[in-house]
């Protein structure tokens, strides 16, 4: 009877081979502690610090907190929800100074063609005169500079102390236009819609870092600056 011969494929056979060789090549070598480094030590940065800055202020958020929630995952919903919510800071910048001339006009003028304009906005942050950290953008206030234009005039009437026995409204939005207008230095409260975008008569402005604030009302904190807010050129007279 013939016998059979069992194949054993070579791979198999160099895989086994090797295997064993791994499995023992360190096994008989012992432990071998080695001494404490005594050479230069290195030179590491120290730990960053983590800012402990307060998140609301009262029953508003600071600048600080809205941005720090807006940028969470897990906390984004309490700020950039369906609800309104309040943000108070300090104005640090406006664009009044941007205005061109020829959107300087009285309301319900046209601007004339290649006539590009910003939105009316101002930014308010947790320091007065910080225009380096976290801030926040806030529209909603007034449609375009020419609105704007027929509020300076309005208002410039009135005496020193004086307030508005009402104030001039932006019928395209359905807002009062703010008293006294917002100019760097107020500490301002704003109560609104907050998100990574607004919307202000149709333009769309975003900013998915610090977000966009689209308000319903302005308070101002304290007594207001005695500086008026200014367009780098007049407005036109109607």
């Known amino acids: 009877m013939r016998k059979l011969a069992i194949v054993v494929p070579f791979v198999a056979v160099a895989s086994l081979a090797v295997s064993a060789i791994g499995c023992s090549g360190n ?3 012992p432990y071998k502690p080695q001494p404490a480094w005594s050479g230069k030590k290195a030179s590491l940065p120290p730990p960053p610090q983590i800012p402990n800055l307060p998140l609301k202020a009262g029953d508003a958020w600071t600048v600080y907190g809205a941005t720090h929630h807006l940028r969470s995952l897990v906390h984004q919903k309490d700020v950039a929800g ?10 640090v910048e406006t664009n009044y100074a941007k205005a061109p001339d ?11 063609d290649g006539c ?12 007065k005169g910080d225009t380096k950290g976290n801030k926040i953008r806030v529209i909603g206030w007034a ?8 509020a300076m005039a309005a208002y410039d009437k009135l005496k020193a102390g004086e307030s508005p026995k009402e104030p ?4 395209v939005l359905n807002v009062p236009i703010p008293f006294p207008l917002p100019v760097v230095g107020q500490q301002v409260k704003i109560t609104g819609k907050y998100g990574v975008s607004g919307r202000n008569s149709g333009d769309m402005v975003s900013d998915p870092m610090n977000g966009i604030m689209m308000q319903k009302k302005i308070e101002v904190v304290g007594t207001p600056i005695a500086d008026k807010a200014a367009f780098p050129h007049a407005c036109k007279a109607k």
């Open 27 to 29: 096994a008989d070598e």
């Open 82 to 91: 369906a609800n309104d919510i309040t943000i108070t800071g300090y104005i």
């Open 102 to 112: 020829c959107a300087l006009h009285p309301a319900g003028k046209k601007d004339p």
């Open 116 to 127: 590009t304009a910003e939105i009316p906005s101002f930014w308010i942050a947790d320091t």
């Open 143 to 150: 449609r375009n500079f020419a609105i704007l234009c027929d």
């Open 168 to 171: 001039l409204n932006d019928d």
